[in-house]
């Protein structure tokens, strides 16, 4: 090549800078590319710089999305067009025919989703379950999906084993979405986790504290947790930093959880009183907890609560069945220190109706409570009630944050309406308040009281009218309603 003095071009060396003529197309297309170079291409590029691709070629970018990479799922009740519980054993070895079948035309190709669901009641198709498991380590697959749970799954004790033993180094990294039902983990002493797993979610799930403490603990990126009925039955704590956990639910199967996830901002749990320690969650934006047992003491839910979830802003708690003490608890110098919001499910018992205003112990944790909804489930002899202490037994407490008020499953029990007037008398900043008479949810066959007859709708609201109007503001919104 020849050189030429800085600042001078010749002509043909401009002719060969000159750009390509954008009217003109190019010569050669990646949607010409042929199937299996786009599928290495795919497979070779992050998802961030594969979604760039459509700035190359828009063909590209959706042949890619359609065939390069494609998301299989396999459902048994919809290839064989019938219930789960009417399945025959001519359906089920159907199934595994025509999956077989499709696996094998995608053999060697990348297979970003495989999902397959049908109803495991015994280990006869453990080995192709296997295959298929196997199919997904060799085809680079992302996102894996099991669900085999029975319809009756309760009677059977059978869990598919995963085979760990199926997947390398590298199958595992690739791995990113997870969802495991009616699956047994036993994983090889060696098993170091899923390192760039996002979400988890496991369903009747047989595994010991011990593994599942590892494998999540090794989990450094995930994102999104769901355990659901698993089989474990004791404490579960993950003392590794989760930085990224953002979404975590527990139904039904721990007696203890703590965890370590600074960055959570969604917690649900469903299931028996158990202690919950979130205390390193300090940016917990919402909790939806509900309580499945009988005889939960309220004081000893509200520590238990404020020990582990200090910094939660909203706060939905669902508490079937709980009995309330017949004693105050004001000197209590735990916090909630971050809850504007807090939705009280209140199922109480015909025993507790006159300790209602004993309540009020939750409410004076909540300093910064600018939303309050108290939702009551009461026996049907609940209307009208006049037992109880009056408000005027307690100690004075302003919730200078408070502006939204709504309270449903109202009957004018003395309880519940010292319990409302406390409130607006203390709410200074009040401007909404609204009062549903009668059931919550709402439930025709809840409706009826010991008195007979229809229940004393009209005398409640009346009730509700002329004992709140006089001491509430003009400026706040009122409204009580059936």
Request: with cysteine.
């Amino acid at each position: 090549m020849t050189n030429h003095p800085t600042g001078q071009q010749t002509t043909s060396d401009y002719d060969r800078a000159t750009p390509t003529n954008i009217n003109s197309g190019p010569s050669a297309r990646f949607c010409d590319l042929p199937p299996d170079i786009l599928y290495r291409i795919a497979s070779k590029l992050p998802p961030k710089e594969f979604a760039r691709t459509s700035v190359l070629s828009t063909d590209w970018f959706r042949g890619c999305m359609r065939s390069a990479c494609p998301r299989l799922t396999f459902d048994v009740v919809a290839m064989c067009k019938c219930e789960m519980e009417d399945l025959l054993y001519t359906h089920v070895w159907q199934f595994v025919s025509e999956v077989n079948g499709v696996l094998r035309k995608h053999h060697g190709k990348v297979v970003e989703t495989l999902q397959v669901k049908i109803n495991l009641e015994h280990s006869i198709l453990a080995p192709h379950i296997d295959t298929w498991v196997g199919f997904a380590a060799i085809s680079r697959t992302k996102n894996l999906v099991l669900d085999l749970k029975p319809v009756r799954f309760w009677e059977h004790d059978y869990r598919y084993l995963f085979p760990f033993q199926l997947f390398d180094r590298e199958s595992i990294s690739r791995l990113q979405h997870m969802q495991l039902s009616f699956v047994s983990l036993d994983p090889p002493s060696q098993f170091k986790g899923f390192p760039n797993l996002r979400k988890l979610h496991l369903q009747t799930v047989q595994v010991n504290r011990k593994d599942l403490e590892d494998i999540l603990s090794h989990c450094c990126i995930l994102e999104w947790l769901c355990l659901d009925r698993c089989r474990l039955d004791d404490e579960l704590t993950v003392d590794s930093p989760l930085p990224r956990l953002l979404y975590l639910r527990v139904e039904f199967c721990l007696t203890k959880i703590r965890f370590n996830a600074v960055n959570l901002a969604t917690f649900e749990y469903q299931g028996s009183f158990i202690p919950i320690d979130l205390v390193q969650s300090f940016k917990l934006q919402s909790a939806n907890i509900e309580f499945f047992e009988n005889a939960i003491f309220q004081h000893r839910m509200l520590i238990s609560l404020l020990n582990g979830l200090p910094s939660v802003q909203s706060l939905t708690l669902n508490v079937r069945f709980q009995r309330i003490e017949k004693q105050w608890f004001w000197d209590n110098p735990l916090k909630f220190t971050n809850l504007k919001h807090l939705q009280f499910l209140m199922f109480i018992s015909s025993e507790d109706v006159d300790k209602i205003l004993y309540s009020l112990a939750f409410l004076r944790a909540t300093p910064l409570i600018e939303k309050l909804e108290v939702h009551f489930g009461i026996c049907c002899s609940s209307w009208l009630a006049e037992a109880g202490p009056s408000r005027r037994d307690l100690s004075k407490y302003k919730y200078v944050h408070l502006k939204h008020i709504w309270i449903t499953g109202f009957r004018a029990a003395k309880g519940q309406l010292e319990f409302l007037l406390h409130l607006i008398e203390n709410a200074p900043a009040l401007e909404v308040l609204l009062v549903e008479i009668g059931e919550y949810p709402p439930c025709n066959s809840c409706n009826s009281w010991f008195g007979g007859g229809e229940p004393p709708i009209e005398k409640a609201m009346e009730i509700a009218r002329a004992c709140i109007h006089p001491i509430l503001s003009q400026n706040v919104t009122f409204d009580v309603k059936e």
